[in-house]
């Protein structure tokens, strides 16, 4: 405990008033590199619509695509997008019910990345359509003609699964922002800000027992997502693990792409952490311990997932089925190889570097790592979808590919799409959780920490139903 | 929503049937082809033919070089091992084998189970058919079909594929796919509507040869047969028995190492409904 940087997450000395005040200002205001960060993502967000308006017009032609190689950029990319959005959930929802302090700060901002990413996952299925204009028969709606979609296809699982992801993520983050969403409201002077706080945060006075049903909505939404993040990630795996492509059909693929999405999240919350972290000055609630917490659990995320890619290689390896084999041996030695040891080396090899504390502690060093480590994974989900489908069954049909412009700019216009949304986000939430880190601090100082659930009790009681009417509760004048 | 669980139940008998009996499905039909790769002389005749009958579009060099051809058959080109020993090692001295190479029509089809609309599927007379205007381009079908033999339209070609007057030799058969749309070979499906059709208005059923495909009718050294493999008379029945190969087999039990059917890819149990029948060579050469 020598270690002054280890012993506390945030300072307990914050005054209420100030995380209030801190937080707000980071509202307001945008700074230079704000708006320089918008006109970047403007922009590539362009390029990006661009890219999609000349496809919409002309076909998938310029993308790059070919008989052999029918998917490519799109999906691995909407692979990549919905692993990053499980970190979110891995934070604010797993560590929420185990009742790790130290998320608090930092859950907010997580969860804005996965409703984000989400946003920007679930466009690529749709971009990728031969026929966009036709993507709502994937949905079973009634219709007179009676045509249903096909529901043997993980394809249309994808469709229930995003969906279904995206509202529960979407309504996590809103409902634990509503109590935050009343402090912006009474601190709102006019204008369209009060108007959107007064509607949103569903007239929250913080009586006890608006607070009861906020907890118990709360943890069961948290209750609600896990095993729905475990089950969304697992149906992408079986876009792939259910069909018969060497390569593809790996019964291994769900829990590997669990953990891998698990993993890019983290990185992702890393990067933006430190992002956050100068653009608005959170330096006192987005502190080193914090990330260095962060930091061990990428890198038990990271060797999890190493080990069920090592276990992929090996049951291919040692299975012999032939034309599984010949695709790992063309990643690993092919015209792919490249970007095969470039996935090892930045996602297997370089979270070891998590292990110093001199680079869990040195801000620059680690927001490269993070972006490092994203590439890495970025590339792995590349390594899944491109070489399978240049060495099918088929020897005939072996080739390579190389994205056309197209693609590259939509993938470009991805980013530009999440740090848009991301940027008005934090201009227009709290990106900081106000009322969690005054939980915190409170905690902190006055809890006996052994007895957490007693506290808790005496904090927020239950009224018994009984006894109600006994005034437990003080008449605040509600209907 | 009784009648439909009703109707699964009545007709039990016949879903739960396993693949290894005969006729697993109520087929009308169960057309099928034999190719003996020992006539054909790769001449392309068969996928020109193609061309011709189903309205596909001749997309043009680049595009043909980048790999975005439309040919719903193609004939595959194999080289042998180099001659060991001979002066030039990549010399060629007996010349390539070919295999032409379309739809298999598979019975079990990798890429029916993973279109998301229903957009292909199997009808009755067992072909692995596509409705074009369900397809919405997900092209997952594509990815799955281990023959890689689903072609997509990346652009659309009614502009330039054929300029007037060439639009006017097209089938009316048959429509022309815009971009976005999953094409492929489906045996001349509008044939053998036709064909049934004409023996329906004649109060007959229908006779071997009745139908054939733009590819067999084409072919110069007959080595493409088509017929109904539930009609025990046709010739394309005859050939399959007679080289003991059977659907609903993974390992073809053949009595005479001497016979030479197979099916492309038997081992992945796709059901195709092709068979080939192996090149014979005088190894002397
Ligand atoms: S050969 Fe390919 S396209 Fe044809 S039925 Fe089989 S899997 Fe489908
Ligand atoms: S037309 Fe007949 S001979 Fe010519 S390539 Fe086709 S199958 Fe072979």
Known sequence: MSDPVHVKDINEDIAWAKINADVLRSMKNPRLGYWIA????????????????????????????????????????FVFWIGMSHSGTLLSAILHIVHADWRKPI?????????????????????????VWNMHWVVPYFSDRGIWPNFTSPLMWDAFAITTYLISSALFLFVGMIPDLAICRDNAASGWRLRLYTFLALGWRGDDRQWRNFRVTYLVIACFLIPLAVSVHSIVAMDFSMSIMPGWHVTTFPPYFVAGALYSGCAAIISLFLLLRYLMKFEEYMTFPI??????????????????????????????????????????????SPFFWGMIAFGMVLPFSLLSKKIRRSLLLLFVISLLLNTGMWLERWMIVTPTLSLGFHPFAWNTMWPGWVEWGIELGSFGWFGLLFLIFVKVFPSVSMYEVKEMVYHRKHVVFDDVEAEIAKLYPIVDPKARGAAQTPDLGRP | MSSLFGNFFANWDRYRKSIEDPGYRDYENMWAMAIDLGSCIGCNACSTACYAEN??????????????????????????????????????????????????????????????VGATYNNEGGLNAQIYNRCIGSRYCANNCPYRVRYFNFYSYDKDAWPAPLNRQLNPDISVRDKGVMEKCTFCIQRIRAAKDDAAREGRALRDGDVT??????????????????????????????????????????????????????????????????RVRDTDV
Not at chain 1, 50 to 75: C, F, K, R
Not at chain 2, 233 to 260: C, F, I, M, Y
Request: charged share 20%.
């Open chain 2, 213 to 278: 495909t733009a590819c067999q009718q084409t072919c110069p050294t007959q080595a493409i047969v088509f017929g109904d493999l539930q009609d025990p008379e046709s010739r394309v029945r005859k050939a399959w028995d007679a080289h003991q190969v059977r659907l609903g087999t993974t390992e073809q039990k053949k009595t005479n190492p001497a016979l030479r059917g197979y099916r492309v890819f038997e081992e992945l149990n796709t059901e195709s409904c092709v068979i080939y029948l192996e």
């Open chain 1, 291 to 336: 990330l260095d917490k962060v930091c061990k659990l990428t890198f038990v995320i990271a060797m999890v997932w190493s080990y069920l890619n090592l276990i992929e290689f090996a049951s291919v390896w040692y299975g012999h089925d032939i034309p599984a084999k010949e695709v790992l041996i063309a990643k690993a030695s092919g015209p792919y």
């Open chain 2, 55 to 116: 309205n596909l579009a001749t997309v043009g060099e680049d595009r043909f070089l980048a790999r975005q051809s439309m040919g719903w058959m193609r004939v595959e080109r194999y080289w042998d091992e180099p001659s060991l020993g001979a002066s030039d090692p990549d010399s060629q001295e007996r010349g390539g084998s070919f295999l032409p190479m379309m739809c298999q029509q598979c019975n079990a089809a990798p890429c029916e189970p993973v279109c998301p």
């Open chain 1, 38 to 77: 918008i006109a970047v993502s403007i922009a590539a967000l362009s390029v990006g619509v661009a890219g999609e308006v000349y496809q919409y017009n002309v076909g998938m032609g310029p993308a790059g695509l070919n008989t052999s190689h029918m998917w490519d950029l799109y999906i691995s990319s």
């Open chain 1, 107 to 131: 859950y907010r901002f997580a969860e804005a990345m996965t409703t984000f990413s989400l946003l920007t996952a679930g466009l690529f299925p749709i971009l990728h359509l031969g026929r």
